[in-house]
């Protein structure tokens, strides 16, 4: 069986409040929302290629996978600015190198991506306990939905809320909120499971159960330092913190 571990702490970046509750296991949930880059699929191959692609054509040197992945999490314009030396993060020049790499991510985008140990059978295990699922993640819809389909993990959720979907995006509690409405659910009963801080401060903000796996981005950043409800090894090892029906 695989274990879980709880884990708070008091010091965090995100400027959203927080509950302090402390959440109790296994809890009632009747709906879920998983984010997508660093807690589905490992992305960051598809980044690389179009990121150092990028780079090489404005004459830069490219980055390292482990660079690329502390940048991952906050959106493109981010990720990009960090891609780009200091010394060339002029705004006119970020924006060329932005409109650059959406280019080349639109021909790499999923060709490289691998699942996470443990999606599928988690994703499988939650349907089966008729839980409704979405997912919600701060990547632009023109990549996230062909990226799901890509990956064929588009039919496990009734819907996407993408970084462009609604005015905000995690770590701002709005996305939480919103899928909480449109899978007719409420706060206390919906679980988030992702990778970042963004993910955990969203949840907790909005009411909802934090869950967090270790294998993602999170800006290079170690999960056990930050606040949320739990920690899990997986997707499947999701399926210890819910009630049976």
């Known amino acids: 069986m695989s274990t879980v571990t709880t884990a708070s702490s008091e010091h965090s970046e995100a400027s959203w409040p927080r509950s302090e509750r402390v959440q109790q296991f296994p809890a009632e949930i009747r709906s879920v929302s998983l984010d997508l880059d660093g807690t589905l699929l490992d992305t960051v191959p598809d980044l690389a290629v179009a990121a150092n692609t990028m780079l090489g054509e404005l004459g830069l040197p490219p980055r390292s996978d482990s660079e690329l992945r502390s940048y991952v999490g906050g959106g493109i314009p981010r990720f ?3 891609c780009l030396p200091e010394s060339r993060r002029e705004p006119d020049f970020h924006a060329a190198a932005i409109e650059r790499f959406k280019d080349h991510y639109a021909a790499s985008n ?8 443990g999606v599928i059978a988690g994703l499988d295990r939650l349907r089966a306990r008729k839980l409704r699922l979405a997912c919600i993640t701060n990547k632009t819809a023109a990549f996230s939905e062909p990226l799901l389909l890509m990956s064929g993990l588009m039919p ?50 909005a009411g909802c ?10 800006e290079g950043q170690d999960v056990r330092e930050m606040q949320t409800d739990v920690i ?14």
């Open 110 to 117: 999923g060709r490289h991506s691998v699942l996470y140990p």
């Open 80 to 82: 990009v600015l960090w």
């Open 156 to 205: 496990y959720f009734e819907f996407v809320l993408s970084g462009d979907s609604l005015p905000e995006k995690k770590p701002h509690p709005l996305p939480l909120l919103e899928a909480c409405r449109r899978l007719d659910s409420v706060p206390a009963k919906h679980m988030h499971i992702g990778d970042s801080r963004h993910d955990a401060a969203a949840a907790l903000a």
């Open 232 to 245: 899990v090894p997986s997707v499947e090892a999701v399926l210890e913190l819910i009630q049976r029906p």
């Open 209 to 218: 159960i934090s869950v967090t796996v270790p294998y993602g981005y999170n």
